[in-house]
């Protein structure tokens, strides 16, 4: 569980009322596996969109430029209103199956929310191995590109706020990583191969 930052949207004396789920798994299951290592390659599952992190920011854009969430979008056939209430896309079948069919090849995940690939991702990596993030493998939906350039956003505090079009990151041995990525595109996912883990010396994301 959480507690979390959303300036804006309360008013003294509201509070949220949110709910969990808890999970067992026998200690030697739990991942990241503690092989892995060099070489292991980085899949991504993409996002239905901004899901449910940094909001403050899309409604301090929108607000800062006159557009409603009646507006049509200007790189979608729909309103604006439509794409922010797209569901959060829910990856646990698919990765559970993933986990299930390829045992010993799946080693790791990492849920891509608040914070993004920078802030997530290295949550399940020793501190010896970076990922090495080949940021031209995958098309970032246009809510993103909308938000960056009109609200003019660095790309760094981009990076650090949304998921960017990449919900879940899957670290796979390289000698499986094709097979897992056909299986998780056949259970629906859209796959794509991000990049490697390589030995750390700064930076335990490296976007490129």
Known sequence: GETAEMPGM??????DLAGFTVGAAEREAL?????IAQGDVVLGLASSGVHSNGFSLVRYIMDKHGVSYAS???FADKIFGEILLTPTRIYV???LGALSKFQGAV??????????LPENLPRVLPKTLAAKINTKAWERPGIFRWLEETGNVPAHDMWR???????????????????????LAAEGETVYTL????PRTADAV???
């Open 10 to 15: 309360y008013a003294p004396g509201e509070y």
């Open 31 to 35: 991942l990241p596996a503690k092989d």
């Open 72 to 74: 049509k979008a200007p």
């Open 93 to 95: 079948k698919s990765c």
């Open 107 to 116: 080693k790791a995940f990492a849920h891509i929310t608040g914070g993004g």
């Open 161 to 183: 706020t949304f998921n960017c079009g990449i919900g879940m990151v899957v670290v796979v041995s390289a000698a499986k990583a094709d097979a897992v990525a056909e299986y």
């Open 195 to 198: 990049g490697t883990l390589v």
């Open 206 to 208: 490296i976007l490129s």
